[in-house]
Each structure stands twice: as C-alpha cells, then as structure tokens.
C-alpha cells in the first residue's frame, strides 16, 4: 500500500468553478502537510503548509487537514485558467525529516 | 520565488556517456536533495545533503552520485548512462535553520528531464 493516495484525475472545470483536490495517507504519524503546483515542464511550487489538523486560508486557497480520518484537501475558489498545472500533495512526520512523501498528482485544467 | 537553478533543462544522451546535472541555491540552505520523478508516479527521493561534505542515499535506489563541496552546489553524476536512468530529475533545497519553527519546507528547481537512448 502506498504512504499517499491521490487521485490523478485529469480534472477539468469551468472558470469560476470551486476545485476540491484530496488525498488521503496511511502513517498516522504524518504531521506536516503540503500542497505543491506543478506547471508543465517546471518545478513543484509550494502553495501551501499547514501542521496537524485544522484548516489554513491564502488568497483563493484553502487547505483542509482531517487527522483522524487521515484526509487532506486542497480547495481552490474561483478557479482560473492559470490554475491549470499539476497538484501534489506531500507529507511528513516531523520538521526536520528528509523525506516527504508525495502523492501522484491531479492534474488540474480550467477551461476559459 | 525560490532561488534554486538547475542546468540543463534538457538533455538526450547516448548509452554509456557520463552526465553531471547542476543544481546551485542562492539562498544560504544548509539542506539539499535530489528526486526523481517519473510520469503519473509520486516524486522519490535519492539523495541528500545536511551541508557541505555530507551526502547520503535517499529512499530510492540510484546508481547516481552526488558531491557537496560548496553550500550553494549540489551536483549529481551518472557515470555511464542508460536507458533505465531516463526520468526528470529535480533538485531541492531547504533551511535548517527553520527547523524548529518548521519553516523548513522544500523550495524545487525547474528540474532536468533526462533522456538515454
């Protein structure tokens, strides 16, 4: 069984449409969250981080972190054609820890 | 936007050749590392580096190599290429500093995508 499942889409919406990217993980001891971007032919960009559960609001974006069901989303509002890219999820124990463990990606396109 | 450059952003290699892919930060990180990422599959990590003179083997096995001599270089090697080393390479860095407060998220460079014919 893989450390984070997530779905790879592809996902296509509308402009203006609320976009809800998950992943769902099996270590319980997972405690810091991230959201990558990826656009095409580039680098994953960190978009959010978020430690233990709750949830952490920037901008348009929302991450969501649900401990106890081992759940992460990543809601994007009023989607725009240049949120088209790839979505990573990422996760680790503990600050500090060399590994982060990547979900596959969803790519993510916004039609105008 | 992360100061973490890679070079070169492309690169088609016959069988057996030596490659070096650059990876340099301008931002002062202490930590370095370089993963491998293959298409619809999750990023693997295959090695890192606490600082200058320490490196270490990541999760994935790799017949790479890699040398840390300068804090902002991070260069990996294959001594003789091949077919299975295809795949797009991306180097990352991150400040130890900001451990505690964990601010010591992983800033990515554009990546290097490697073809062995």
């Known amino acids: 069984q893989k450390e984070v499942e997530q779905d790879p889409g592809p996902l296509s919406v509308p402009e203006g449409a609320i976009v809800s990217l998950n992943c769902t993980y099996s270590?319980?001891?997972?405690?810091?969250f991230m959201w990558y971007r990826q656009y095409s032919r580039k680098g994953p960009e960190l978009l959010m981080y978020?430690?233990?559960?709750g949830n952490k609001e920037d901008g348009r974006f929302t991450a969501q972190v649900d401990k106890s069901s081992k759940y992460i989303s990543l809601f994007i509002r009023d989607s725009q054609p240049s949120d088209s890219a790839t979505y990573l999820c990422?996760?680790?124990?503990?600050?500090?820890?060399?590994?982060?463990?990547f979900g596959t990606g969803t790519r993510l396109t916004v039609i105008p | 936007e992360a100061d973490i450059y890679q070079t070169p952003r492309y690169l088609v290699i016959g069988t057996g050749k030596k490659i070096t892919l650059e990876c340099s930060q301008t931002?002062?990180?202490?930590?370095m590392y370089w993963y491998q990422q293959d298409p619809g599959m999750e990023l693997h990590l295959i090695h890192y580096?606490?600082?200058?003179?320490?490196?270490e083997k990541g999760d994935l096995s790799s017949e790479s190599t890699v040398s840390r001599i300068r804090t902002e270089h991070f260069p990996l090697t294959l001594e003789s290429a091949r077919p299975s080393h295809t795949s797009q390479y991306l180097c990352?860095?991150?400040?130890?500093?900001?451990?505690?407060?964990?601010?010591?998220?992983?800033?990515f460079g554009p990546g290097t995508r490697l073809t062995v014919l």
């Open positions: 990352a860095s991150s400040d130890r500093s900001g451990e505690r407060e964990g601010r010591d998220t992983q800033y």
């Open positions: 270590n319980s001891a997972f405690q810091y």
């Open positions: 978020t430690y233990s559960s």
């Open positions: 990422a996760m680790r124990v503990r600050t500090g820890a060399n590994n982060l463990f």
């Open positions: 931002m002062g990180h202490d930590k």
């Open positions: 580096s606490y600082g200058v003179n320490s490196t």
